[in-house]
């Protein structure tokens, strides 16, 4: 696995806070315009944890994408102002990491929530030690103490070993065992100073298949799991990525052993808030009051054995949907669910990219922003302004003229949000970016296939294949023939 600097790790996970405002609060919630009503006080779900009693919010607060300023610095004031309105209505789990927003995340959040009463709120956070320099006992451990520090309390409700399966079993042993450090935690379990336990997953099943076997064989007793399960993950995650794991065989696996789930990416990284025009009519159609991204949410809750589910909410707005969404809590059924299915299996045959724009393989050694690339070749998709290059030859002209429109706006956007120079054909291939992804995208072959479509549409325009003047040209003479 490539191999991370501690500055390098955490600028690349800071940079999605960076674009917080403009980006990263609408990945986990969406628009609340049609939400039905206002969230009702005191009607939270609560589910309890079966290892200590805590009654737990089934709406947690992801802090990973804490509102920044004009300066791309952490907007405190609006943390503040968002942690007191999550705490007025109910939401009681905060998970954080050393790693979040640059390494402040924990601080931001810690200040947030020492305004209030410690039984109030719970805390989650990580050892985020995936720099090699911080793999020794003494690193990791002066990083778990500065946790206690930022956070501003004396024990940790949740820790999690984080990021567990990326970069296979020999990360993980590194990282955690040959170190001593997993022996460390649970020795910090036994004096109270961590009340729960848990890892969250990424990547390898065969390291997620192990931290069970451990559980199996009473070496460690997991309190809870974190994974990634949406209604497209449930059936669709390996079909999308061969190395990604069914959320279906996950959740499975932890609810036989009668382990809670904590869910990460309900809305996909937001691709489940910014669907096709299509398949976001055929959720409205059902449920004309509620906003694309509650279907998401509802779901993710209507587990019994989901304790919490995460959302970033940069924005106020996305914290009052998800608010509504929760109080009260009306699970899914299981026509519902059929529902989401049957929609996941049109949103796979789309061909989109599988980025959920979490900034892991950023920032590239070459300048390129990874993620908007992707991105906008996913909500041209979505939008329904792809330039399907079938109809460039079409017979029917209407089909020729609606490609070259789209190809125009395709171009057009596409230099507009991205600068030249961090495209997607100065990727070289290095794959540094590769080993970072939690979606196991193979990133320079998605950029590598997005140049070749981009120069492929740049030379057509250049050489004014069916142009839109062109067609109006054709509609004419064609016109003035039959008069």
Known sequence: MEKMNKRGFLTRLGAGAALAMTACGSEESGNNANAPGQPVKGEMEMRTASSTGDKVSILGYGCMRWPTDDKGEIDQEMVNRLVDRAIEYGVNYFDTSPAYCKGLSERATGIALSRHPRDKYLIATKLSNFAEQTWSREESIKMYNNSFKELQVDYIDYMLLHAIGMGGMDYYNRRYVDNGIFDFLLEERKKGKIRNLGFSYHGDVTVFDNMLKLHDE????????????????????????????????????????????????????????????????????????????????????????????????????????????????????????????????????????????????????????????????????????????????????????AYAKNRRAFLLSYDRDIPRERQATFCIGCNKCVSHCPQQINIPKELHRIDRFVNRLRSQENSGKFSIEQGKRARGRHGKGHR
């Open 218 to 401: 009473g070496k460690v007793k997991w309190d809870f799991v974190q994974i990634q399960l949406n209604y497209v993950d449930w059936h669709f995650a390996k079909s999308i990525s061969k190395d990604n794991t069914n959320a279906e065989y996950l959740y499975q696996e932890l609810e036989k052993r009668q382990i809670q789930s904590v869910i990460m990416e309900p809305l996909l990284g937001g691709r489940l808030a910014k669907v096709n025009s299509h398949i976001a009519s055929r959720l409205k159609e059902r449920e004309p009051n509620r906003s694309v991204a509650s279907w998401a949410f509802r779901y993710a809750g209507s587990f019994p054995g989901v304790l919490t589910v995460l959302s970033g909410m940069t924005y106020m707005e996305h914290l009052n949907d998800n608010l509504a969404n929760y109080s009260p809590f009306v699970p899914l059924s299981q026509e519902e669910k059929d529902f989401l299915y049957d929609i996941a299996e049109e949103m796979v045959s789309l061909n989109t990219i599988p980025c959920n724009d979490c900034k892991y393989c950023m920032p590239c050694p070459y300048g390129l922003d990874i993620p908007a690339n992707l991105l906008h070749y996913n909500k041209c998709i979505n939008e329904g302004h792809f330039p399907i290059e079938k109809d460039a030859d079409s017979e029917n002209n209407a089909a020729r003229e």
